[in-house]
């Protein structure tokens, strides 16, 4: 079953605990800065969640079962070729010209928010720069695909196409998900696909979209970790990602940061009609 806010209550939840992750990226974002290690940046967010805005960073400590260890930090933080699920670390300082993901889920009240977004240090190279942004624009046209009626193959389609128009691949073993009281729920939502196919979208569900794209080619592979996934041919990638809750005309981005204004959302994003 496909996770659903079914109550105001659960509608409430979701919207809370979408505004607090979305807290942490806007807050983080002036200390992403050369010469900073990644695990400085866990640390800041680590207690700006638990002292600052009273929740569980969700990534700390989970695993998926299966002989996976669990996850040492509270976010991710994945540089240039890294697709997702870096580990802060302490020997890992950004550097000038790198691109970084930086993805963070929340618990508050028992409800999850999930969001990431794409930092740029110091001074990028054009190419980075185009990669970031066609995937952000990825993101919302994915957005915008959604509303009753439509399916998540509308999701993919719109993703996958304009990610191809710009020469851009599309990762295709990781993709959005459920969310709600569940970390992880059904449906898979996937970043590639054709319209009118897969499940129906329906007015409440709650998923994630969270498009990573790869300058190079699509094929990762995962660290002896268990958690870093890496471009094969190490070139770059990047990723954004939203909490979505379906409304009866569209969309609502929960996880929808203050700098993102009304118009750049694609779709029904300020819908707060559920």
Request: hydrophobic fraction near 35%.
């Given at each position: ?14 919207r ?47 695993t ?24 802060p ?11 970084l ?29 185009r ?25 993919g ?16 073993e990781?993709?959005?998900h459920?969310i ?30 969270e ?31 939203h ?24 779709g029904?994003a300020?819908?707060?009609t559920a």
């Amino acid at each position: 079953m496909s996770a659903k806010a079914t109550t105001d209550a659960d509608i409430e939840g979701m919207r809370r605990a979408g505004r607090l992750a979305a807290s942490v990226l806007e807050m983080i974002g002036e200390h992403v800065k050369p010469g900073v290690s990644t695990d400085a940046l866990n640390d800041l967010c680590h207690r700006y969640i638990v002292d600052e805005i009273d929740c569980v960073p969700a990534p700390l400590n989970y695993t998926t079962g299966r002989g996976v260890p669990p996850f040492p930090r509270s976010i991710c933080t994945s540089v240039n070729h890294v697709v997702c699920h870096g580990i802060p670390s302490s020997k890992k300082k950004l550097r000038n010209g790198d691109i970084l993901n930086i993805d963070v889920t929340v618990i508050k009240d028992g409800y999850h928010g999930d969001t990431s977004k794409m930092f740029m240090v110091g001074k990028t190279q054009a190419f980075a720069e185009r990669l970031v942004r066609v995937t952000q624009e990825c993101l919302y046209l994915g957005i915008e695909a959604i509303r009753p009626g439509a399916t998540l193959g509308d999701i993919g389609h719109a993703i996958e196409t304009h990610a191809k128009a710009h020469r851009f691949s599309v990762v295709e073993e990781f993709g959005g998900h459920g969310i709600g009281k569940i970390f992880h729920d059904d449906p898979h939502v996937m970043h590639y696909g054709r319209p009118g196919t897969g499940s129906g979208i329906e007015q409440g569900m709650t998923f994630t979209v969270e498009p990573m794209l790869n300058a190079g080619r699509r094929h990762i592979k995962i660290l002896p970790d268990r958690w870093t996934v890496v471009t094969r041919d190490h070139k770059l990638s990047a990723q954004w990602e939203h909490t979505i809750l379906v409304t009866r005309n569209g969309a609502e981005v929960l996880t929808r940061r203050a700098e993102e204004a009304f118009g750049q959302i694609a779709g029904h994003a300020a819908d707060a009609t559920a």
